[in-house]
């Protein structure tokens, strides 16, 4: 189930029409690239770029099936305690990112924390394919694990453009921020291109830019986490709202659930929210926040999402009861 559906739209200016076309096999969610073109052959060249774009800062960014040889985080990982790799910009750009969000967020989101997340990783692929084998990591595991990160074990050199890990027990893992920031690269990539009135949906990951085709702003519907439907609908022009929560990417252990975001504090899923939305102008900023303020509590996340501007959070309770910070549309 996405985290974000889209509504409708009516009365659409008769110059431009709407498209839609889905992928399921990139970033492991469900990609939608709709738009407002002229023709059919129009969106057909918009949305191939998308999608080959999306294709390639995919495998960019597989740590768990990319190519180890090639010129992505597969690869850093691969040679992590050995020497640098040459790694693509999309790659190079990533990484700042993730250096500069470890240091935004005091470690909370810690892209180099790749060693507890591969331990849930296997946890939910042996559930999945042998229920009745299903269990969570042990504490020695989870304790081992989470010995191995460190933002200071990655060193990156923009001139030579390679990135290495010092430390040979040291994995990345970008789950937090890939998504938000491939879709700011995709969406750039479109705008110089001269398209226009486009959104980019990522399985939750949500970028608009322009306007549906009878002059109106995008709609992005927010699910209810909790029960069916709807929780709030957004207006959006040239902005971005993510979502995150605890319903996707999860195991059942002896009858409780066990989702994907984990908190480094405990090495276990955290447990404080139901939900989390974030709107923001950039969706790496979007996305980077909606993970950030779900594992931290609310007064915490307040001062976080304070230091950018214009980024406005809806927060939902495990009890269904819903916070929306100055800034949140009503």
């Not at 709407?18 to 073109?37: C, G, M, N, Q």
């Not at 050995?82 to 693509?88: I, L, M, T």
């Amino acid at each position: 189930m996405l985290a974000v559906v889209m509504s409708s739209t009516v009365g659409c200016s008769p110059t431009v029409e709407r498209h839609e076309a889905t992928r399921l096999e990139l970033f492991d969610t469900p990609i939608s690239v709709i738009a407002y073109t002229k023709t059919k052959e129009e969106f057909d060249a918009l949305s191939h770029l998308a999608f080959s774009e999306l294709s390639r800062l995919d495998a960019l960014y597989d740590v768990y099936e990319g190519d180890e040889a090639g010129n992505g985080l597969a690869a850093v990982n691969a040679h992590a305690g050995g020497h640098p790799v040459e790694v693509d910009p999309d790659v190079m750009g990533l990484l700042q990112w993730a250096k500069k969000a470890a240091e935004l967020t005091h470690g909370v989101i810690d892209a180099s924390a790749g060693q507890i997340c591969l331990l849930w990783q296997q946890a939910r692929e042996t559930a999945a394919q042998h229920p009745e084998r299903a269990q969570i990591p042990s504490k020695a595991a989870i304790d081992e694990a989470l010995q191995h990160r460190g933002m200071d074990a990655l060193i990156l050199d923009t001139d030579a453009g390679t990135a290495c890990l010092t430390d040979p027990n040291v994995r990345l893992d970008v789950g937090a921020l890939a998504k938000g920031y491939a879709a700011d690269v995709v969406m750039e990539r479109l705008v110089r291109e001269g398209y226009t009135d486009v959104m980019l949906n990522l399985g939750g990951n949500v970028l608009t830019r322009g306007q549906r085709g009878d002059g109106s702003p995008w709609r992005i519907g927010i699910r209810n986490p909790l029960q069916e439907g709807v929780l709030a609908e957004v207006a959006s022009g040239d902005g971005s709202v993510v979502t995150s929560g605890g319903y996707e990417r999860k195991m059942e252990v002896d009858g409780k659930e066990y989702h994907h975001i984990i908190d480094l504090s405990t090495g276990m899923p955290a447990e404080r929210w139901a939900q989390v939305s974030v709107i923001s102008t950039h969706s790496a900023e979007a996305d980077l926040l909606t993970t950030a303020l779900f594992l931290l509590p609310e007064e915490d996340g307040r001062a976080l999402l304070a230091q950018f501007d214009g980024a406005a959070a809806c927060y939902v309770r495990q009890d269904g009861s819903v916070t929306r910070t100055e800034g949140w549309p009503h």
